[in-house]
């Protein structure tokens, strides 16, 4: 039988254990992959500031977010990675160009060009700010690039780093190949309106296409580690009536890593997943990106992408998606949704992705990409052990081990 003094030790770590196990915060705790659970969604805290510079930096505790002043590029990398020296990618939306769609596929090759304007051709502006709800809790921020007048310190030679170049007596001669003499004017899209709006909640955000004939398509953005971008387009100067527009996104997947690093693109399509690195350079330029139907249901997903996996493990840490309806805004204001297409190439320093969309002609269109961490891909090693606890809970057993200390002094002084 238990003696006197062992009864009192045992009652004793009994009131310990009870203790921390009311007291802990439930991040003391651990759920096992086998255990199932419902839980509403994750809240993420969500910061946006400007450095000396004129960069906006988004933060949330999963993902950061850099934002050039002067043109629409997005940097991004995982918050636990400083600098993203591990893992930082680019999505740069650089130019837009009128085609002509002689080959029918819906997107666009660089020998259609009918016209085209860097993006640096102009100056923009570029606006920040939060929403919160009743609590004064910050539920979004969103920052948005508005394109103003005309710049006048664009890079004239800004083409040769990323397109092909056509010989002059080819039959149909591409703007793009005009040599470096060539007075390239784009005073005519300076009426054009142009904007790319970002946002990042902090829950999960459920959204949807809708046009005026019903929904379209359904879509959902992962609270604190995806950023959506609206673009919008009006007033576009066409040329013809039978045009096409589309829109440059030039990724890159390796921007401040070491060479021990590496990362390439997987195109999810039709016909498997293909993967390509920027290094690389493209003999075929504007393959068509062929769209993909995984639940084999005879119709296209809702949503394309391509994700951005580790060479060396394979690992996915992101992926850059996009809707394969845009919204067309009529004139008199009708609503219809329409089909995006995409084509592609590399240059040998990123890839270029072609967003194709139809004649809109007195209109406005708006179209929903998106750029994703996964926070089960970060490449940095989370820190284990006891001091690596919430300082909650480090507290908690501080208490626990003092109450069984001064109770064993009690006991042997008794």
């Known amino acids: 039988m238990k003696t006197m003094k062992q009864q009192h030790v045992s009652k004793i770590l009994l009131f310990a254990l009870i203790f921390l196990l009311v007291a802990s915060p439930a991040t003391a705790f651990t759920i096992s992959d086998d255990d199932t659970t419902t839980e509403p969604d994750d809240e993420h805290e969500l910061e946006e500031y400007r450095d000396s510079n004129g960069t906006v930096w988004i933060e949330t505790d999963v993902m950061t ?11 991004y990398w995982y918050a636990g990675d400083e600098n993203g020296s591990l893992a930082r ?19 666009y090759q660089p020998n259609e060009t009918l016209s085209f304007a ?29 394109k103003g007048g005309m ?9 040769e780093n990323w397109m092909p170049e056509y010989e002059e007596e080819d039959e149909n001669p591409v703007l793009l190949a005009e040599d470096d003499e060539s007075d390239l004017n784009f005073t005519m899209y300076s009426g054009m309106t142009l904007r790319f709006y970002g946002h990042i909640y902090s829950t999960d955000y459920y959204g949807n296409i809708t046009d005026d004939f019903g929904v379209e398509s359904n879509y959902t953005v992962a609270g604190g580690m995806e950023l959506k971008v609206d673009i919008e387009i009006g007033n576009f100067p066409f040329i013809s009536n039978t045009s096409k527009v589309a829109v440059l996104n030039y990724l890159k997947e390796d921007v401040a890593s070491s060479h021990e690093y590496g990362h390439s693109f997987k195109l999810h399509e039709d016909y498997g997943d293909t993967e390509i690195d920027s290094e ?14 995984d639940d084999n249901d005879g119709e296209d997903d809702d949503i394309q ?32 949704a329409v089909d995006v297409g995409a084509s592609y190439w590399t240059d040998g320093n990123g890839l270029l992705l072609f967003f194709a969309y ?18 089960s891909g970060t490449p940095v090693i989370q820190p284990t052990g006891i001091l690596n606890l919430p300082m909650e809970t480090i507290a908690l057993i501080g ?14 002084r008794r």
């Open 305 to 336: 992408q391509l994700s951005v996996v580790d060479s060396f493990n394979d690992t996915t840490r992101g992926r850059y998606s996009w809707l394969d309806k845009a919204v067309v805004t009529d004139l008199n204001g009708t609503e219809t």
């Open 65 to 75: 977010v850099t934002l050039d002043p002067n043109l629409p590029i997005y940097q």
């Open 89 to 107: 990618f680019m999505i740069s939306y650089l130019m837009i160009v009128e085609f002509e769609d002689s080959n029918g596929d819906a997107v």
């Open 151 to 159: 710049s006048s310190d664009w890079e004239d030679d800004w083409f």
């Open 399 to 412: 208490i626990a081990a003092a109450i069984v200390v001064v109770a064993g002094l009690v006991i042997k």
């Open 118 to 146: 860097p993006l640096d051709a102009f100056e923009w502006s570029l606006q920040t700010g939060e929403i919160t709800n009743e609590l004064n809790e910050v539920t979004e921020v969103y920052a948005s690039y508005t």
């Open 280 to 293: 690389d350079i493209s003999d075929n330029h504007g393959v068509e990106f062929e769209d993909c139907d």
């Open 358 to 375: 139809p004649n809109f002609d007195g209109g406005s269109i708006l179209h929903d990409p998106s750029m994703r961490l996964f926070d």
